[in-house]
């Protein structure tokens, strides 16, 4: 079993930045992808970014690219996302996910564990 526990959202204005934490407990987890996913009310959760085992591979989606960055420190079982220059369309519940198996993914279905959420609210 892993636990994950997000931290780090709140509110915060248009160009503004926040970092949400994610630690985890349980199995091992510098061998497990990790993932940061959110959903915003009346849409379905949509990937945001992935960082490998070690964190040498990272993937982040279009819409976030320029603007956020996921990276891990496995010392700490910890992973993080840095959010520059949110926007109100950033407006979510943000979650971090771990997979089981080895590779790489973007779909929500393909991870097993799932923290509780953390709520990232961008005024204009």
């Known amino acids: 079993q892993v636990q994950l526990v997000e931290s780090g959202g709140g509110l915060v204005q248009a160009g503004g930045s926040l970092r949400l934490s994610c630690a985890a407990s349980?199995?091992?987890?510098?061998?497990?992808?990790m993932g940061w996913f959110r959903q915003a009310p009346g849409k379905e959760r949509e990937f945001v970014a992935y960082?490998?085992?070690?964190?040498?591979?990272?993937y982040s989606a279009d819409s976030v690219k320029d603007r956020f960055t996921i990276s891990r420190d496995n010392a700490k079982n910890t992973v993080y996302l840095q959010m520059n220059g949110l926007k109100p369309e950033d407006t979510a519940v943000y979650y971090c996910?771990?997979?089981?198996?080895?590779?790489?993914?973007?779909?929500?279905?393909?991870?097993?564990?799932w923290g509780q959420g953390t709520q990232v609210t961008v005024s204009s």
């Open positions: 349980g199995r091992t987890f510098s061998s497990s992808t």
């Open positions: 960082a490998t085992g070690s964190g040498r591979v990272t």
């Open positions: 996910a771990a997979r089981s198996s080895m590779g790489l993914s973007a779909r929500p279905d393909s991870y097993d564990y």
